[in-house]
């Protein structure tokens, strides 16, 4: 890991939130184990995220912003203030999956310049 992984990872956020898909599945590895948190567990490959997003954005409008970073050897531990909206821009009420408005830690393990695992822990 390196500083220099941060900028990238930031501008992961910026084009999630901005449903920019393509610009985030180009800095995942081709077997990218990324964590599912709406049904748990963990989707792996790009085309599984891109389908796990899809779904996602069909049914809920999430905003993620990052408020701090902290670098470890084979990570990257973000701070992340998760919102989630309905499709119309308003708080949930009765969903039955598992993504709630809270603060969140996103782990981004790389190699090779990608990202090859992402695991959410709780704050």
């Known amino acids: 890991m390196s500083s ?4 990238m990872i930031e501008r992961m956020y910026i084009d999630f939130n901005a ?8 800095v995942l590895a081709d077997d990218v184990a ?3 948190g709406m049904d ?3 989707v792996h490959g790009r085309e599984a995220v891109r389908e796990y997003w ?4 069909s049914l809920v409008s999430p ?12 990570e990257v531990a ?20 598992g993504l709630k408005d809270k603060t969140v830690i996103h ?9 090859n695992r992402f695991d959410i822990r709780e704050a």
């Open 107 to 115: 782990v981004f393990h790389l190699a090779g310049g990608k990202i």
């Open 40 to 42: 748990g567990g963990h």
């Open 19 to 26: 449903r920019n898909i393509d610009g985030v599945l180009a």
């Open 78 to 97: 973000v701070e992340v203030v998760q919102t989630i909206r309905d499709l119309s821009g308003q708080p949930l009420e009765g969903q039955d999956h």
């Open 63 to 74: 905003h993620v912003e990052p408020v701090g970073f902290k670098l470890e050897d084979s």
């Open 54 to 57: 899809t779904r996602q954005w």
């Open 34 to 36: 990324w964590a599912n």
């Open 4 to 7: 220099n992984d941060i900028p």
